[in-house]
């Protein structure tokens, strides 16, 4: 019995520091700042603990039967804490409200068990050799706890599996006491309905926890998943490792944020420092706000429009902290207009022109994407282009898919555009492509705005140049009536898990 | 555990019976879907041969009465206006004008009920090329010369898929699984038609040409005519089992009959008369609207809607004097009005004719050569685009073994980048059984049992579509298209009746015996012209 007994202190310590990791890792990931969030996650926490142990003394009768229902408690909180830190992700208002006040329970309920255990064992042993062997079983859980949390549990079973996992731990832990003492304690039937019924229902989310996060995703994603949703017309899926987040939009990555800004430099710079004293921008999806911060570091920029059509991801951009603090908060620049509309509706309604387009779709994998880069739609961009205005479209890889890129450009040319196709280098994209159309051919830009990291003249100097492997090729037109560049796309990713 | 054959036999058995009893093996419940028939006219029509029209109660005057408002008589309607003639009435069955161009609409787009595109107007139409001009189809021409097409009405890709073998594949001439043999006799076919679509007669004209009556008179052609398009295919030896497929189904896209019932000259005509060339679209693209020929059906109302009587059925016409007395009946006043006219454009078919005209009723079996398809249509609102195996949703959607010619896509012209609902138009031409026969069934047959059997015919292709459904409707065409037998379209009967009873100007596409934009177009601005002459003369 006393064996058993202190193979429970063994797991609760490992649980204890198990969902410790866990509130510190969703700080982080959250809210970004990983030491900031594990300090404060593991300052709360131990303090908590200390309440906790500061409350045991008022407690005088039925220590089993407390120490029971603390290791229930444990087990419905600690276990559903992750499920319940992911929701609230949505709003961020609550989430640090919500994050100290799980903290602060699981503390709170982690503190109560050992100096329970503690005198519900203190007849059975020696005090120098109760405290010694209840002390040792605790440090070593914690060894464990440490040792299995990132090399284990994260990579293996995710955060909400982990705390689930844990959480049934404790309940058997609760439930094995039930055993042990069932004479000693009343209401023995009560606790074990509510212990089975709460270890079904943990092992059930634990069984479908893969719907609850979309579990089954995780090991798509080379990094753990901070948030995955589908909205109406996307699957988005936000990752996060130590020094990267990754946006995933229906499993195509769209960013790292760690070259990000090659990607966003080189897409809005070329083109909009080329314009003289711009004023009214238009982007044309990008709804994670990273053009966006690109272009509001030029003065003259009045107004910014931002189609696009999907209002979660304009709304995760301008309220996530990690996300704003990556975009800049540039959604909320009071510049900014965002419209959630349809690329190519809305310009067929619109009747405005603008100085500067930036049209950042996704690739054209399929018909639907692929309208919108067809004559059709870059007619109606010109049409919407202020006399000296410039163009510029995301065209994807002129490496790996050289006839798409090319082809957009033979396409931006039957609608009277000059165009001057470039290319930088993003590492997590690899060789990436970018035309510019002008209505007058295009004159490079004098000089860029200060604080750049990857764009410069010099830099400028070299994009345009394309060696051998991805010169131009002859391709068809691009219309809504054949969808060449759809085809073309198909062929040359196709081979690629894209 | 491994079954032997007879121990599987005998449980399957078993199983059979067992699920028998419960009523599920040979009849699945029927299930229920929102939705109803539309069409009123099969039953007003019906008032003709049933009797119960009331005697005249009311005399009006006009200029010309246009039977019909479908598109020959739009058309004809149309065409006097823009001459500057606007004393006309156009009586109309249905409670809008349209005929097969009729089309509907939902909160989640337009569609079709019946004709749903018209091919790139060939270089010799030019009245097709003028109307496509007027209606901005056209919107300019290049260097060449060329018609520049608008490309919102030119029909998006992907274009045909065919389910075939458990998945789709991309085009309607069967790939999946055919042999060495079958493509080479799609590759002797394919070129015989190229080279039919080049031939010209000796009388200079080409062999094959829209509007039909403009084609070659050369013997050489005429007489396939005279021949099956099941015939034709077996004197050249052509026995593909999916060459014949395609070309049966080619017939029935297009004539709502069988290559068995289906002139070869028809059949030809469908491969070799399109000639239309644009800049921007190679030639074989089609114009095409969420509505359908609906589309077009609009812009002429715009025009001549004020002019349209609806719910009005032609009861009786005959000559008065240098006039016509026509008497229709008001479905919603239940009265019967007298109008004289100085003439008439006949824009009903021919069956109609011989009933409503008195000079036809008086001589029998002016209509016995005419004859016509039934169809069956549906429109059914989806949640989510219906995709599959294999090529992507396309514009048009047929199943290797169905029935039914498949599903148009009306969403097709949509421009959003994430799609999600659409409309589907599912087309089925009653080719199995006789045309009264197959008719009377259609007609007598519930909308449960009309939406089950569109459903089990999708769910060939889309398990589970039925989940999907927000809405179905159905439209069965009693009369749906003109059927051009062998004989039909060189013979006397048809010749016959484009001549002129005494006012009274015939115009409707079942005089050309096939029943497509281009002819009924052709037929009305044609009548127009003719009557307006007509009346300058007398």
């Known amino acids: 019995m006393e064996t058993l007994l202190l193979i429970s202190v063994f797991v609760i310590a490992t649980c204890g520091l198990v969902y410790e990791l866990i509130a510190g890792t969703m700080a982080s990931y959250l809210l970004g700042d990983s030491v900031t969030q594990f300090s404060t996650v593991i300052g709360s926490y131990l303090f908590a603990m200390g309440i906790g142990a500061w409350l045991s003394k008022h407690i005088s009768r039925n220590l089993v039967a407390v120490f029971i229902q603390v290791e229930l408690l444990i087990g419905l909180f600690g276990g559903a804490s992750a499920i319940l830190l992911f929701a609230a992700f949505e709003h961020v208002a609550s989430f640090r409200l919500l994050l100290y006040t799980v903290v602060t329970i699981i503390g709170v309920l982690v503190g109560l068990e050992i100096p329970l255990l503690m005198r519900i064992l203190k007849d059975r042993f020696e005090f120098k050799d109760l405290v010694s062997r209840i002390f040792t079983f605790d440090y070593v859980g914690a060894l464990v706890a440490s040792l299995l949390f990132p090399l284990i549990l994260v990579p293996r079973l995710g955060l909400v599996q982990s705390a689930l996992l844990f959480g049934i731990l404790n309940i058997l832990v609760a439930l094995l006491t039930l055993h042990l003492f069932s004479r000693e304690i009343p209401w023995v039937r009560l606790m074990r309905g509510t212990a089975f019924g709460l270890l079904i229902a943990m092992t059930l989310a634990f069984a479908y926890s893969e719907r609850l996060v979309s579990f089954s995703e995780s090991s798509v994603y080379p990094d753990p998943i901070l948030y995955a949703r589908s909205s109406p017309y996307q699957r988005i899926v936000l990752t996060k490792s130590e020094h990267d987040l990754r946006l995933y939009l229906n499993g195509n990555l769209q960013f790292s944020s760690r070259d990000e800004y090659r990607y966003h430099e080189g897409l809005v710079h070329p083109g909009l420092a080329a314009v003289h004293n711009p004023r009214d921008v238009l982007v044309l999806g990008g709804g994670d706000g990273l053009a966006l911060r690109e272009i509001l570091k030029y003065p003259s920029v009045q107004t910014i429009t931002l189609v696009d059509l999907d209002a979660e991801m304009t709304r995760l951009f301008s309220t996530q902290p990690v996300l704003t603090q990556l975009n800049g908060g540039s959604l909320s620049s009071p510049k900014v207009k965002i419209i959630s509309q349809d690329a190519f509706i809305w310009l067929r309604n619109n009747r405005r022109h603008f100085d500067f387009i930036a049209a950042d779709f996704p690739d054209p994998s399929n018909y639907s994407i692929g309208k919108l880069y067809t004559t059709s739609f870059f007619r109606l961009v010109h049409d919407a282009l202020a006399p000296d205005g410039v163009f510029v479209v995301q065209c994807t890889s002129p490496l790996i898919a050289r006839k798409s890129f090319w082809c957009i450009n033979r396409t931006l040319q039957e609608e009277r555009f000059f165009t001057a196709p470039y290319h930088v280098y993003v590492p997590s994209f690899g060789e990436w492509g970018f035309i510019i159309g002008t209505t007058h051919p295009y004159m490079q830009p004098e000089q860029f705005p200060s604080g750049l990291r990857f764009m410069s003249l010099d830099t400028a100097q070299n994009i345009f140049h394309f060696p051998d492997d991805m010169k131009m090729v002859e391709t068809e037109v691009n219309r809504l009536t054949n969808q060449a560049l759809v085809r073309y796309f198909e062929s040359e990713w196709g081979g690629y898990a894209h | ?538």
């Open chain 2, 1 to 538: 555990m491994k079954l032997t054959r007879r121990e599987f036999l005998a449980a399957s058995a078993t199983l059979a019976a067992g699920a028998a009893v419960c009523g599920f093996a040979s009849h699945p419940p029927p299930r229920r879907f929102t939705g109803k028939i539309l069409g009123a006219g099969a039953k007003t029509g019906h008032l003709l041969r049933d009797g119960g029209i009331p005697p005249p109660s009311l005399n009006d005057r006009t200029g010309v009465v246009i039977v019909g408002g479908g598109i020959a008589g739009l058309a004809a309607a149309r065409a006097m206006k823009q001459r500057g003639f606007d004393d006309f009435q156009i009586l109309e069955l249905e409670e809008q004008a349209g005929g097969n161009s009729t089309s509907g609409r939902n909160a989640v787009s337009s569609y079709p009920w019946g004709a749903h595109y018209v091919p790139l107007a060939n270089p010799e139409n030019r009245d097709l090329l003028k109307l496509f001009e007027e209606l901005g189809v056209i919107t300019g021409h290049d260097a060449a010369g060329l018609p520049v097409y608008d490309e919102y009405f030119l029909c998006a890709d992907p274009h045909e898929r065919l389910y075939i073998h458990g998945r789709w594949q991309e085009g309607l001439v069967p790939q999946v699984g055919t042999t060495s043999r079958d493509q080479e006799q799609y590759r002797d076919f394919f070129s015989t038609m190229e080279n039919y679509r080049r031939a010209k007669g000796r009388d200079g004209r080409p062999a094959f040409a829209i509007p039909l009556d403009t084609s070659s008179h050369d013997p050489e052609f005429i007489q396939l005519d005279s021949i099956s398009m099941e015939e034709f295919l077996r004197q050249h030896g052509w026995d593909s089992e999916p060459l014949r497929w395609y070309v049966n189904y080619c017939c029935r896209d297009d004539y709502g009959a069988t290559m068995g019932e289906t002139s070869a000259w028809a059949g030809v005509h469908y491969f070799a008369s399109r000639r239309g060339l644009a800049a921007n679209a190679n030639s074989q693209t089609v114009v095409t609207w969420p509505e359908g020929n609906g589309w077009i059906v609009n812009r002429f109302r715009q025009t001549v809607d004020a002019h349209v009587r609806p719910s009005c059925l032609a009861a009786n016409i005959e000559q008065d004097g240098r006039g016509v007395l026509v008497d229709y009946y008001d479905v919603v006043k239940k009265q019967t009005v007298r109008v004289t006219a100085r003439a008439v454009i006949f824009c009903a078919p021919r069956f109609v004719a011989a009933k409503v005209i008195r000079d036809l009723r008086e001589k029998s079996g002016t209509a016995d050569a005419f004859t016509y398809s039934p169809w069956a249509v549906a429109n059914i609102t989806l949640k989510s685009r219906p995709a599959g195996r294999g090529a992507d949703l396309s514009w048009d959607n047929v199943m290797y073994s169905s029935d039914s010619l498949g599903y148009v896509l009306a969403t097709n012209q949509s421009l959003e980048s994430h799609p999600h609902e659409a409309v589907i138009t599912w087309y089925q031409p009653l080719s199995d059984k006789p045309p009264r026969e197959a008719r009377m069934d259609a007609l007598a047959t519930s909308y449960d049992t009309w939406a089950n059997r569109v459903v089990r015919d999708l769910e060939r292709a889309h398990p589970g579509i039925a989940e999907e459904i927000m809405q179905l409707d159905v439209w069965l065409w009693g009369h749906g298209m003109i059927r051009p037998t062998p004989g039909f379209i060189w013979g006397k009967a048809r010749q016959d009746a484009l001549k002129p009873s005494g006012n009274v100007f015939f115009a409707h596409s079942d005089t050309s015996g096939i029943s497509i934009f281009e002819e009924a177009y052709a037929r009305g601005i044609a009548a127009a012209k003719q009557v307006l002459d007509h009346l300058k003369h007398s």
